[in-house]
């Protein structure tokens, strides 16, 4: 595979988002406001039934609240994908017109959707993995150390474990940007949900 020219990448997605600031406002300015006007109606409810379960003491309507917000979360993922969907393919193929609109919901949006969901699954896979091993140093340090489980003993092993979670940290963000940086272009123009497309076509990068 080709290296990414990282600079010449970066230069263009700003030229291309601030040059072209209408097109990109015509491609999203649909999903936007129904992602904005539901999460008002959404979230405003949500904080005020908290706040009367907080006042109230009793935690019985938190599912029905929490079942709202996650239908919410739905919708937006959905609405998200089809505006990637949308600007990759005003990227790829420009239209000849200025975009008034330019999205729809079919098996491309569909299989963002899926590649979105995939990514999310595996953010909670690693950080579940990253949380068991720094969990697991903390264990052994502690075992190993001098000093047992005394005071003095407790700095170092924070500072192993600290160390541990930083080296986690920075290989999910590995990960993760090789995964889903190029998975809505590679979904558009490969198909699949992206994620081993993209992690394949940013090696070396």
């Not at 595979?1 to 263009?12: F, L, S, Y």
Request: hydrophobic share 55%; net charge positive.
């Amino acid at each position: 595979m080709n290296k990414i020219p990282a600079t010449q990448t970066i230069a263009e997605a700003y030229n291309f988002t601030v040059g072209g600031m209408g097109r990109v406002i015509g491609l999203i300015w649909l999903p936007v406001a129904i992602m904005t006007i539901g999460g008002y109606f959404t979230m405003v409810p949500y904080f005020a039934g908290m706040a009367e379960i907080s006042d109230s003491g009793d935690p019985s309507q938190i599912g029905p609240l929490l079942v709202r917000v996650l239908a919410f979360d739905l919708v937006v993922t959905v609405l998200m994908a089809m505006v990637a969907v949308a600007i990759t393919r005003e990227i790829l193929q420009p239209l000849k017109r200025p975009p008034f609109l330019r999205f729809g919901l079919g098996m491309t949006e569909l299989r963002v959707v899926g590649g979105f969901f995939g990514l999310y699954v595996l953010l909670i896979v690693f950080t579940m993995i990253v949380v068991m091993g720094c969990m697991a140093v903390g264990f052994v340090a502690n075992a190993l150390l001098p000093g047992g489980s005394t005071p003095a003993s407790h700095a170092p092993v924070v500072g192993i474990v600290a160390l541990a979670g930083l080296i986690g940290a920075l290989a999910l963000i590995y990960f993760f940007v090789r995964l889903g940086f190029l998975l809505v272009p590679s979904a558009v123009m490969v198909g699949g949900f992206g994620l081993e497309r993209g992690w394949q076509l940013t090696k070396g990068s």
